[in-house]
């Protein structure tokens, strides 16, 4: 299918940059590993070096309690590899941290985006458009039924509900790792001076984001407050938290979630959602084709998700394009 472009070579578990003998997001321990955010399926423990942006390194050190062998490299800076390949680590706008992963090697440039979005984000940088000869995108939300409403859309309904129910709380169940602080951000920017309660799980990654930079506002804990506290506020939990004993202890939760998966009703239903709210950390449909257009790749590289229908995309607009086939990678990170 393609004749150049030998120095990296997708395999099932990673991304290898074949000349420096290192591996982007690899899903098991390597020797050198360059990742591109703290997402789990992304950011794993036990590689022998990780290079990644120092917000990155914070995260995973925070996970996996080891810094051992992290080189932090900050955005725009490049680094050296072995066997002469250039890594340079541009915002993907996805999380804090998150990075694009630029290789230069032998007069070719190679782009991996890990997760990324385009639309705003008050907690990271924004995307930045890097012309090259392939690119790698992720397609999490690739399928045309995916297009994700303006975040203020869905930030007006969460502060409408909390409005209309003084005497119930609203419980958000929002992914720990950037879901759950842009969720804080966006409604501060709505306004919204409250104290935010936060379940236990997710009060180090919101204290993490404050001391790098990202201010939240008043958060407190769950553990600590009275029921009556907790009648008109808003309280976040992890997915996994919504329908479980924990949240009894809350006053006539009104349940919402947040997440892209949202717009699908059926996901919503199963987890007992009332109020879905579709804020999304990945691209949707049309950012994923706009980002292919403006990026403007020789070829495209498709992972992550649903490859097919971008991959008919790019036929039909006559762009070269394959669907890799990586493994461990999970879509629940949003
Ligand atoms: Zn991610
Ligand atoms: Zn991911």
Request: proline share 7%; hydrophobic share 40%; charged share 25%.
């Amino acid at each position: 299918m393609t004749a150049g472009f030998a120095w990296i070579r997708p395999e099932p578990h990673g991304i290898h940059v074949v000349p420096a003998d290192c591996w982007i997001d690899p899903s098991r321990p390597v020797d050198n590993a360059l990742v591109t955010h703290g997402h789990a399926d992304h950011a794993r423990g036990g590689h022998g070096r990780t290079v990644a942006t120092p917000e990155t390194l914070a995260i995973m050190e925070l996970r996996y309690q080891t810094r051992e062998g992290a080189l932090p490299v900050g955005y725009g800076e490049t680094i050296a590899l072995p066997g002469g390949v250039n890594a340079t680590f541009v915002p993907a706008g996805h999380v804090l941290g998150s990075a694009q992963v630029v290789l230069e090697h032998a007069g070719e440039r190679v782009v991996v985006t890990g997760d990324y979005k385009r639309m705003p984000d008050p907690t990271c940088p924004p995307f930045e458009v890097v012309p090259c000869d392939v690119f790698v995108t992720e397609a999490t939300f690739g399928l045309p039924v995916f297009r994700h409403p303006p975040v203020e859309h869905e930030i007006a309904k969460l502060l409408n509900a909390l409005r209309d129910h003084p005497d119930r709380c609203v419980l958000v169940g929002a992914y720990a790792l950037g879901k759950a602080q842009r969720v804080i951000a966006e409604l501060r920017r709505a306004g919204h001076h409250d104290a935010i309660w936060l379940h236990g799980a997710m009060e180090r990654m919101c204290r993490l984001y404050e001391e790098l930079g990202v201010d939240l506002g008043e958060l407190r804990l769950v553990g600590d407050a009275t029921k009556e506290q907790l009648r008109g506020a808003i309280v976040l939990c992890p997915p996994s938290a919504l329908n479980d004993r924990w949240s009894r202890r809350l006053p006539e939760p009104l349940t919402a979630m947040a997440s892209g998966w949202m717009r699908v009703r059926q996901r919503a239903r199963q987890r007992m959602v009332e109020l879905p709210l579709v804020i999304s950390d990945h691209a949707d449909w049309d950012e994923l084709t706009r980002t292919i257009e403006e990026v403007d790749p020789a070829e495209s590289w498709i992972t992550h998700g649903r490859e097919e229908a971008l991959l008919r995309w790019c036929q039909l607009h006559q762009r070269r394009a394959r669907a890799l086939a990586l493994v461990g990678y999970e879509d629940e990170d949003d």
